[in-house]
């Protein structure tokens, strides 16, 4: 507060013009003014006649206000001033009766007649500023008033005030509950308001008055979707946060039924030519005959709500590009999440505060999807500048995203992180390689040794957070380290920190079998310091008496008698407690209680090993980016994001019938904006947005589509969704249009959906001449009724055609259909017409004896790579042949079979650009000119996976589409035989001992005792070589690693009882412990 010295200047403040010294002002209360003279100037200047006078004690006031300052003691002079003619002066004073007028209610509703009659003035802001402060006058009794005034309200002309009606809703509700079927009356009505104005607020009233009634949203729906990218950022939050919640409660979840698929998909989804020669009427009969279970195709809403929030992930506001990927994350199909991963990263180069609350959001995602945000590790990386808090959350995400590849990089990076000065950082940093180890089986050694040099560091607190995360990766296997185990007892003269010295304590006393010299001496240690050491270390002392007592009672009999007494008589009583307990437990009695019988079993049972867990593991039930999930607790007012739909509910609901003349008025603009808008950018978006490829331009595309729909045209687009949905799903008797122009949009899809992502390439042209002149007759007068978003799907110009076999395709829009990587249904058996492609086959042919004759030779048979559904046509299969590959030795070689199953030729079919993770490559098949329809075709592609099982992904790309397609290797196929001899193979398993041998115990069922089928099995699961061996019950196998030449080898023992044990020696754990759960799989089968 400033002392007032200025008590000579004008009343107007500081001299001449401008703006008054707010500082020096008498008004806002100096120290040495009293209160009964408090505030008299500015009384006065709001008693006399002059408006310029109100209007600078006006400014003064609300200037005092925004301070901070109490100017409650003015209120009486100020609402006299609310009839002012003066537009200014009552706009300021409708500010201040705002803010006082909960407070001061007794004299706000004495000038309730003057705020009805703002409700009528010209001036929308006036109108707007009385409701305001009459919704604030919180009294019962002027809820009927309140009432008609919001009525009154949400029918303005002024977008402004239907804005204040709705923020008006939440006060009324609040005030009065009662009122609540009056308000949902005013809340639907507003609701179908067309302006981005009104939008975001409504929406607001709407969860805070009847979030249950979803019903009110169905009409709105697609409205909203449209408007949302032109409603300010605060309504963009609320509305992107209702819509997920809406969309989880009216869609089918995206990732549920991606692998069923039923025997004839075309049948149940293409139709056939046949059935379109019969007229409108067969595609409901069409209908009734699809299967009961459909493959998931998404439902053309849900994919409106996701194209059109998509170019909001470039929103200038952190909140907005926060709500656009929680809705992402909780609704989208698994390969188009990636695309917040960019968003989210940048804002990371924002305010620390946006950093905390997007890191914890990104821990929580990086848990279930972590290969969105590995191509950003370095994002992730720790600066010196950063608050603990922030250090703490990056080095949670960088330690969810550590895996075999990028482990050594992460490691680097701990190592310089345990330098910090900063101790709870480093001290989370030790823990976070505690967990990497845990995570990761073939980089523990490392971890361990590391941590065990730690031991010797100067910080007290550093080596006692070692110890900690030391004991835990000991209890995992505790018999390989007793060297460590002892290291660690020498170090309890020194560490002083609780936490630390009781870990060891229980380490030793845990496995004092393998330190039997050692043990007893730390007891004694121990129990001259015993009264001097903290609680949770006494507790562990006594503990460690007992485990001595019970094994090495001759040493330790009196040593453990001795700390009992002490205990006996501590201060604190659950060290009493304990010390009673486990003397009558441990020594024996006269009434020889039950329970000491038991005492080895009760304090030396074999305990489990601790998980060393991320923390935001459980986080992603509470929905992100809410209040709830950043404090891992349900705050007051959250909602809980609803379950997927069992069945997909009726989606007609969402249809809205569009008068006539709304199309018509908004035609001709529309030509006029679409030539060049689609001309230049045809082929900048993707032809599929299930695929995540070059999300920069397809977001921009759809940010200039998603601008195009203002609020005039947003009811015609409106319908225009609503024709897709009827197409896709084939329920023309729901459409809103006439008959015959509803024919007419039909055969527009139908040419349009499949060749139209490319915008009638030349190719087309020349193979699609075939077609009908009806239908090119219609092609110009439909283009003129249809606007669609760029990256969902182009124009076809009207000198391109549609072939007889687009029609196949027409009822799916494949974008919105994700493939998964492997289906249970085989392809159809196509006979190949190529001589080539036979002769590359001959080892894998369609005879069903094949498989069980070539298994051990051939691996696993065909998997499927792309359904001919979601490839058009196209079916694509693929095997690993065993084979060497020519190109290269250390490459996998995949035979890959295409074969086309549509009505006309696939053109150009060869790979896209890969986006492969560090170390994997792909050498590509040469390009197919062209598959006839009916022919198959066979490549040979090499693919080194560099000693992992993760997963290639790449493009497979014909002249109008891409298909984004994954190859992931099972273990077994990641090597090749080798031919040893016994006495070979004896000498090289001496040398993979230790941390190298994976043994496994298992019972071989009766069908799986024979010799053919074991060494059948074990080779059909591994590419590996038979070993000669002298016994009977063993079986030898070798092989080594392709990329590294790692070696592999494999010994079955089987007994005739069918007892067995499986051992795999090899220098890669990683593969030797998968490898060993595949062949355990395989044989007991």
């Known amino acids: 507060m400033s002392a007032a010295p200025a008590y000579n200047e004008d009343k107007g403040g500081s001299a001449g013009s401008g703006e008054p010294e707010y500082g020096h002002d008498p008004a806002s209360g100096g120290i040495f003014s009293s209160d009964y003279k408090r505030h008299d100037d500015l009384k006065a200047m709001l008693d006399t006649n002059k408006d310029s006078l109100k209007l600078e004690a006006m400014k003064r006031i609300v200037a005092m206000i925004a301070r901070g300052k109490n100017a409650s003691d003015l209120f009486p002079a100020v609402v006299k001033n609310v009839a002012c003619k003066n537009i200014e002066v009552k706009k300021l004073v409708y500010v201040y009766l705002v803010r006082y007028a909960e407070e001061q209610q007794d004299l706000a509703l004495l000038s309730i007649s003057t705020f009805q009659r703002g409700l009528k003035d010209p001036n929308q802001l006036i109108r707007a500023s009385a409701l305001r402060v009459l919704s604030s006058i919180r009294v019962p009794i002027i809820v009927p008033i309140m009432m008609l005034a919001i009525k009154e309200a949400a029918s303005d002309m002024s977008p402004y005030v239907r804005k204040t009606a709705a923020h008006a809703i939440p006060k009324l509700y609040s005030l009065d509950s009662d009122q609540k079927d009056q308000l949902i009356e005013v809340i639907e009505k507003l609701l179908a308001d067309k302006t981005t104005l009104v939008a975001g607020s409504v929406v607001m009233a709407f969860e805070e008055v009847c979030p249950e009634r979803i019903d009110l949203i169905h009409k709105n729906y697609r409205k909203l979707c449209n408007l949302l990218i032109d409603v300010e950022e605060w309504g963009q939050v609320v509305i992107i946060s209702m819509l997920t919640r809406y969309a989880r409660t009216q869609f089918l979840s995206p990732t549920q039924n991606e692998s069923l698929l039923e025997e004839n998909p075309e049948k149940a989804f293409y139709g056939s030519e046949e059935d379109e020669a019969k007229g409108p009427g067969s595609e409901e009969a069409a209908s009734t005959a699809l299967p009961a279970r459909k493959p998931y195709v998404m439902d053309p809403d849900h994919r409106l709500l996701l194209r059109n929030t998509k170019p909001l992930l470039q929103s200038r506001s952190a909140a907005v590009v926060m709500a656009v990927a929680q809705l992402y994350f909780h609704l989208a199909p698994k390969a188009e999440v990636g695309v917040i991963a960019k968003a989210l990263v940048r804002l990371l180069r924002s305010h620390s505060e946006v950093q905390y609350v997007v890191l914890q959001n990104v821990a929580t995602m990086s848990i279930k999807r972590r290969g969105m945000f590995e ?5 992730f990386y720790i600066r010196s500048t950063d608050p603990t808090q922030i250090k703490i959350l990056k080095l949670e995400v960088l330690t969810n995203l550590a895996n075999e590849t990028n482990i050594p990089t992460v490691l680097r990076e701990f190592q310089t992180y345990i330098r910090s000065m900063d101790k709870d950082f480093v001290a989370a940093t030790i823990q976070a390689i505690g967990r990497c180890a845990t995570n990761i089986g073939r980089v523990r050694d490392t971890c361990l040794n590391g941590l065990v040099q730690l031991l010797s560091n100067r910080d007290e607190l550093v080596v006692a957070e070692s110890v900690v995360v030391i004991k835990k990766l000991l209890q995992m296997q505790p018999a390989q380290h007793g060297e460590i185990i002892k290291h660690l007892a020498k170090l309890t003269d020194n560490i002083q920190v609780p936490m630390a010295r009781a870990s060891i304590l229980w380490l030793i006393g845990e496995y004092c079998e393998h330190v039997p010299r050692i ?3 730390v007891l004694r240690k121990m129990a001259k310091s015993f009264t001097a050491e903290e609680d949770i270390v006494k507790l562990q002392v006594i503990n460690l008496a007992a485990k001595l007592y019970l094994t090495n009672s001759k040493q330790t009999k009196l040593l453990t008698q001795y700390v009992l007494s002490l205990a006996k008589y501590d201060q604190n009583y659950d060290i009493r407690d304990r010390a009673r307990f486990t003397r009558q437990l441990i020594v024996p ?36 980016g809410s209040l709830s999930h950043l404090l891992n607790a349900k705050a007051t007012g959250y909602q809980e994001l609803p379950d997927w739909p069992e069945e997909a509910p009726d989606p007609s609901v969402r249809n809205v019938e569009v008068p006539e003349w709304t199309k018509c008025s908004n035609r001709e603009k529309r030509k006029e904006k679409e030539k060049p808008f689609y001309s230049d950018s045809e082929g900048e978006s993707g032809p599929t947005e299930s695929a995540d490829s070059d999300p920069e331009s397809e977001s921009e595309s759809e940010s200039k589509s998603s601008s195009e729909s203002g609020s005039g045209e947003s009811s015609s687009e409106s319908d225009n969704e609503d024709q897709d949905e009827d197409e896709e799903k084939g329920r023309s008797s729901e459409s809103e249009q006439s008959e015959e122009e509803g024919k007419k949009k039909k055969m527009k899809k139908k040419k349009k959906v499949p060749e139209g992502q490319e915008g009638g390439s030349s190719s087309d042209e020349g193979s699609d001449s075939s077609n009908s002149s009806s239908e090119s007759e219609m092609t110009s007068e439909t283009e003129e009724e249809q606007v669609e978003p760029a990256s969902w799907r182009k124009k076809t110009p009207p000198s391109s055609k549609s072939a007889p076999a687009t029609k196949e395709v027409s009822l799916l829009d494949l974008e919105d259909f994700t493939p998964p990587s492997i289906q249970p249904v085989s392809p159809p058996t196509v006979v190949s017409t190529s001589l080539a492609a036979d002769l590359e086959g001959l080892t894998l042919t369609d005879s069903p004896l094949v498989p069980s004759l070539l298994s051990p030779v051939s691996g696993a048979g065909r998997q499927e790579l792309l359904h001919r559904v979601a490839g058009e046509g196209l079916a694509v299969d693929y095997t690993f042949s065993r084979q060497p590959f020519s190109g290269d030795p250390h490459m996998v070689s995949v035979h890959i079979y295409f074969s086309n199953s549509s009505d006309t030729p696939i053109k150009g079919l060869h790979m896209g650009t890969p986006k492969l993770p560090p170390g994997i490559s792909i050498q590509e098949f040469p390009e197919i000119e062209s598959l006839a329809p009916g022919e198959s075709a066979t490549v040979v592609m090499g693919i080194n996976f560099c000693d992992s099982t993760q997963a290639a992904n790449f493009q497979l ?21 080798v031919f040893l001899s016994e006495n070979e193979f004896k000498k090289e398993q001496a040398k993979l001992t230790g941390m190298n041998e994976i043994t496994e115990k298992l019972t071989l069922p009766d069908t799986c ?10 080779t059909a699961t591994a590419n590996l070589g038979r070993v000669p061996c002298g016994t009977s019950d063993e079986y030898r196998f070798a092989g080594r690693t392709l990329t590294s030449g790692s070696l592999v080898l494999l010994t079955l023992d089987a007994r005739p009882t069918g007892a067995a044990q499986l051992t795999v020696n090899s220098e890669k754990m990683v593969i030797g412990t998968m490898l060993v759960k595949d062949v355990v799989q395989a044989l007991t089968q």
């Not at 020889?592 to 593991?617: C, M, Q």
């Not at 459980?618 to 992100?624: A, E, K, P, V």
């Not at 790309?957 to 035989?977: D, H, K, N, W």
């Open 1009 to 1018: 005792r024979s010799d053919h089928v074991v060494v059948q099995k074990v």
């Open 375 to 379: 191509p950003y590790l370095k994002s």
């Open 519 to 521: 043990a007893p001496d």
């Open 957 to 977: 790309c014909t002249q109008t589409r891409q298909f984004y397609v994954s190859i992931q290797p099972p273990v077994g196929e990641l090597m090749a035989p």
């Open 589 to 624: 009695s006269e009434q020889g209680g039950a329970l000491s019988r038991h005492a080895k079993k009760l304090f030396l049972a074999p305990k489990p090993a601790p998980v060393l867990e991320s923390s935001f593991k459980d986080r992603d039930h509470f929905q992100l």
